[in-house]
């Protein structure tokens, strides 16, 4: 009797226990359903609450994947990310002996700003209806 094995007819059929051959992953991401385009939409502007991050994030991974989603998180962006900026700014300011409070405060006060308009703009998202933030530059197409 020979140990030699002979090739089987299919890649498949390695016998009992083997594992089936790897066949890989799409290469593009499916769509998002409408609920899933609406739900990270809404994500991208309760995001706000913490600054840009979350809203970029959104922005570049879900872009493509949906329209409601890329509009959405594409004006969360524009308007978290001038503040946030301004915020760290006048964090960073804050440190400065004598004078520091007054940016303190104006760090709270941005912060407060942000958070109200994001948590407005989100429950509107989620609602459907597209939102459009008062002051935003609008500088990210």
Known sequence: MSNIRQNS??????????????Q???ANALPLTASEDRQWATMAHFGGILG?????IIF????????????ESKEALNFTLPPTIIA???WLLSFIPGIGWVFAILNALLWV???V???VA????????????????RRIQ
């Open 52 to 56: 840009f991050i979350p809203s970029m």
């Open 24 to 26: 890989g992953a799409p």
């Open 117 to 119: 308009s994001s948590v």
């Open 60 to 71: 570049l991974v879900f872009r493509d994947r949906g329209p409601f989603t890329a509009q």
């Open 88 to 90: 760290l700014v006048a």
């Open 122 to 137: 989100g429950i509107e998202v989620n609602r459907g209806r597209p939102y459009r933030y008062r002051l935003n530059m």
């Open 113 to 115: 700003a942000i958070a």
């Open 9 to 22: 007819p299919h890649p498949d059929d390695r016998g009992p226990g083997a594992r089936p051959a790897y």
